[in-house]
């Protein structure tokens, strides 16, 4: 078996799942989000057709997936009840009768009606079949119990972080005038899996300053890279599923002292940030420092979007590129906890910095660990 994780990591998620339900009074509950099925059964299939796993308040489970998936998903989980249909058969038609086989087709039985996979048309089929089931929506508990790492996943993580350093060192020795941006972002891709990094999800984000524009979402253009310009560069690794994220910008020659003082004035209030991040602290307390300072500095006009937000597994087949569990906005009440993991930034006049950090029990911690300046390109 080829598990990404060990029994007993699988075995503490599932009881920690057992016990919400039992405190929730469900007999079942169905995951079929990408990062649900990889946490609580180690695969991830695609979802070109509908599959889901379920488990009961007692302990049992089964999956239900193409016939095409079984074998090489078997290896990969604990899951020994793996049912494998036909592509012209219905997969909702198989976890109707395993809920039957398991006796809980007439129970409470959670569904996540947050979740992408499970469509409109889903969900009618299953409450249409199970009519004297309550589908109760069990509202995001698969994301809830996510929030905290193991130390497993935090060292897949740590590794992540580490692919991201990496690529930011190759960058800086190779960037030369005369590239695309296309360019640089084959070198990315290049570099997460020359370090060891996933080969099915390469994300990346090369953007040229422009007019002081605060732009940190482009597209990939063919844009010939010339002495002194800024680059925004974001890197988007993954280990074995698990991400991290880190931001800096990037000049081809010397960056003008303007440009160096408003990157000194960034990192100052984000290692603010930084300091005050530990176990108890209100997220809006820790969103404050960094939004008001660099509005009260004159930085920014307005500051609209958030300043950090929650990491962890990324499946190859998603909607969310970000997890956005755990958001630091003015209106954020909820507190860190030990073992959470951020993708932490900030941005102005058209340069952004960002970095990976683990809440420990004592404060914060940053993964990723790349010189914190403006990065020179020879």
Partial sequence: MDMQFDSDEFRVRVGRLIEELKNRDLDAVILDDGEATSYYFGIDPHQSFYRAGAITSSGEAFFVLRALDKDVCREQTWVTDMVGHPDWEDPLEHIVR???????ANGRI????????????AFNVLRKALPEASLVDIDGLPWLLRLRKSDAEVEKMRKASAIADATFRDLSANICPGMTERDLVRMTVESYVRHGGDATYAGTMVIRREDELDILHGHLNDGVIEAGDVLHVEVIPRFQGYGARLMRPMVLGDAPDSLRSIASNLLELQDSQFAAMKPGVKACDVDRILREGVLSAGLRNEYPNITGYTMGYYPDFTVRPSGFNRVLLPTSEWTFEEGMVFHMYTSAKGIGFSETVLITASGCERLTNIERQILKIA
């Avoid at 395993?98 to 809980?104: A, D, I, M, P, T």
């Fill in 98 to 104: 395993k809920l039957r086989e398991y006796g809980v």
């Fill in 110 to 121: 959670g569904v996540d009606y947050g979740s992408h996979a499970l469509t409109i048309r």
